[in-house]
């Protein structure tokens, strides 16, 4: 296989970057953590999510990923790729060998996923689309409070009903609304597959002719992708097996009676506090605190008033009821970059949450007590 100038190189990489979504990062199966070159496509598979995409090769390997991290460093053309017994190697116009990867046996690779046929298809987005619609941008900021523990597998999925999108890793729970979304699901779909779904939506990836198809089989959900440059890519990842899903609704609609008390608006430099602090530390607590109308921050360690210069008060119109809590970074960070307007819940048991509202999203956050 031989790729002659830049452009190719940068297409044969933007497949191999798809492909790396599905390549696994543990130890214990070495063939899971490799791209399978068929001769006309390639595969990677980690046990639950499988990518295969066309791809026209003069060699048949398994071959382990860390070879992409060589080619985006290439510079002179023309390249030439090829296989030995149990090599990949690379060469330059001058047939050197710049590159030497070892390969595993071919049929060590996993077995591909057997599906049923689909018993529902929806189109998301088609090549006459004009715009990536409110669906991909709401998708995009769901799969940003999934839940990454294997174990939890209740939250590593984003719950989609008519008009509804939920997502919550236990701990900051976030509903997302809109007139209509294009599909309404009775089950999770999985973290790994909405963040194909968004690579597949990215500009940088994708300019022209996007058609997005998803099909749902009792067991699986399948992706099919077709662009200008990619014209046959396919997703599939098994569903989430879970007994029952959150009841997610209930969460809000359970807070609703202690809402709307001290709902204040997010200052612009509340943000710039914020982000001011130098060296933010993902376990650092910090204090939120409304009183007479006024939001105010500060951190636990005593340095707080340092960055009450930046904090202009912010006065409303509403009665406001004094409130204080103490928040972790990471639920910060969440309800100042979903939201415009912040409340701290206390119901009758005496737990406190905080709330984040915005005009299609609303977020509620367990606090430290």
């Known amino acids: ?7 190719e190189v940068n297409i044969f990489l933007k497949k191999l970057t798809i492909l790396s979504y599905a390549v696994s990062d543990k130890d214990f199966q070495p063939a899971m953590k490799c791209i399978l070159f068929t001769g006309s496509k390639a595969r990677a598979y980690n046990g639950e999510l499988f ?50 990867v070892g390969t595993l046996p071919f049929l060590d690779f996993p077995p591909v996923p057997t599906t049923n046929t689909p018993t529902r298809s929806i189109v998301l987005i088609s090549n006459e689309s004009t715009s990536i619609p409110i669906f991909i941008s709401h998708l995009a900021s769901a799969s940003k409070y999934v839940g990454k523990d ?58 022209t002719n996007l058609t997005l198809e998803l099909n749902i089989t009792p067991t699986h ?14 997703v599939i990842s098994a569903k989430i097996n879970v007994p029952k899903l959150p009841n997610y609704e209930s969460i ?31 376990s650092r607590h910090y204090r939120l605190k409304i009183e007479n109308g006024q939001l105010e921050f500060s951190m ?10 930046f904090m202009a008060p912010f006065v409303t119109s509403l009665p406001i009821a004094d409130a204080e809590i103490v928040v972790d970074q990471r639920t910060l960070n969440c309800i100042l970059r979903e939201c415009s307007r912040i409340e701290i819940i206390e119901i009758d048991s005496g737990m406190k949450f905080l709330r984040g509202l915005a005009s299609d999203r609303e977020v509620i956050c367990s606090t430290i007590q």
């Open 300 to 309: 636990n360690e005593g340095t707080v008033y340092a960055y009450r210069e």
């Open 252 to 282: 809000f609609e359970s807070t609703a009676p202690f809402s709307n008390r001290n709902v204040v608006s997010i200052p612009r430099r509340f943000n710039t506090a914020f982000c001011s602090i130098p060296n933010v530390e993902s």
């Open 51 to 100: 990518i295969e995409i066309d791809m026209v090769t003069d060699f048949q390997a398994l071959v382990p990923v860390i070879f992409i991290k060589f080619l985006v460093d290439v510079f002179q053309f023309p390249i030439e790729i090829i296989t030995d017994d149990h090599h990949l190697i690379i060469k330059n116009s001058e047939g050197s060998r710049i590159l030497q």
């Open 1 to 7: 296989m031989i790729l002659n100038n830049q452009e």
């Open 221 to 234: 959900f399948i992706l099919s992708v077709t662009t200008s440059e990619i014209p046959n890519l396919t």
């Open 150 to 207: 294997e174990i939890q597998q209740i939250y590593r999925g984003i719950y989609i009903t008519e008009n509804t999108m939920y997502a919550t890793d236990g701990f900051i729970v976030l509903k997302l609304t809109s007139d209509y979304f294009p599909i309404s699901l009775t089950e999770l779909l999985p973290e790994a597959f909405c963040q194909m779904i968004l690579e597949c939506c990215r500009e940088s990836l994708f300019v």
